[in-house]
Nanobody
Framework: QVQLVESGGGLVQAGGSLRLSCAAS????????IGWFRQAPGKEREFVAA???????????YYADSVKGRFTISGDNAKNTVYVQMNSLKPEDTAVYYC????????????????????WGQGTQVTVSS
């Protein structure tokens, strides 16, 4: 059974930084796609960033326009962990952040499409104060 565990959320002032981690366990990973989504109160879940690893040493990163230039997604395959470094945080970044994973990212996989992911974490709260 695959498990995803997020960590790193918290309270930060506007302009500050946080780094979220998504640790995956339960199987051996050769290729994967891990995405971050967020959901603010009263709003729909939205895509934040994703990282796709091909297993042959190549990877791709994807970002929502709202976080491009501020957030950076990276991964440590040895630790089965994907990170998102969030800089220049804004109050509108306040949300519960979820990581999601699929280990069969086929040709039709879309980083921003929630139903293209098979596993989800429990979420971590990020609160940015003004």
């Amino acid at each position: 059974q695959v498990q995803l565990v997020e960590s790193g959320g918290g309270l930060v002032q506007a302009g500050g930084s946080l780094r979220l981690s998504c640790a995956a366990s339960g199987r051996t990973f050769s290729s994967y796609a891990i995405g971050w989504f967020r959901q603010a109160p009263g709003k729909e879940r939205e895509f934040v960033a994703a990282r796709r690893w091909s297993g042959s040493g190549t990877y791709g990163t994807y970002y929502a326009d709202s976080v491009k230039g501020r957030f950076t997604i990276s991964g440590d395959n040895a630790k089965n962990t994907v990170y998102v470094q969030m800089n220049s945080l804004k109050p509108e970044d306040t949300a519960v952040y979820y990581c999601a994973a699929t280990f069969t990212p086929g040709g039709r996989w879309s980083p921003s499409r929630a139903f293209d992911y098979d596993y989800w974490g429990q979420g971590t709260q990020v609160t940015v104060s003004s």
